[in-house]
């Protein structure tokens, strides 16, 4: 077809899921991990309430984020900071690339 787009030589795909706070999120990442990788997709997870403590050196926190317990100030305050740089639509991101 000659004004079909031409094919990507690699494709890339970003998926994020966002969910409450202990919300069990593992069957749902799982199968979309079979699922890109079954079409040889390398599949590349973050979560990146577990990079807060690297992106707060560049993306300075108004409010010190409480990396350990109590939980409740933990989440307070990483909420805060996902809420305040609309770090919460990344929640558990994937990049599927081919292989």
Do not use: C
């Not at 079979?34 to 409010?63: D, G, H, M």
């Not at 307070?76 to 809420?83: P, V």
């Not at 305040?84 to 990344?90: D, K």
């Amino acid at each position: 077809m000659a004004d079909s787009i031409p094919r990507i030589k690699l494709p890339e795909h970003f998926i994020a899921f966002v969910a409450p706070i202990g919300a069990d999120l593992t069957p749902t990442v799982e199968a979309f991990r079979a699922y890109f990788e079954q079409r040889r997709y390398r599949v590349i997870e973050i979560k990146v309430t577990s990079i807060f403590n690297v992106l707060e050196k560049y993306i300075v926190p108004k409010v010190a984020l409480v990396h350990k317990t109590p939980l409740k100030d933990r989440y307070k305050s990483y909420i805060a900071y996902g809420n305040r740089y609309g770090l919460n639509l990344m929640m558990m991101p994937f990049w599927p690339r081919p292989r």
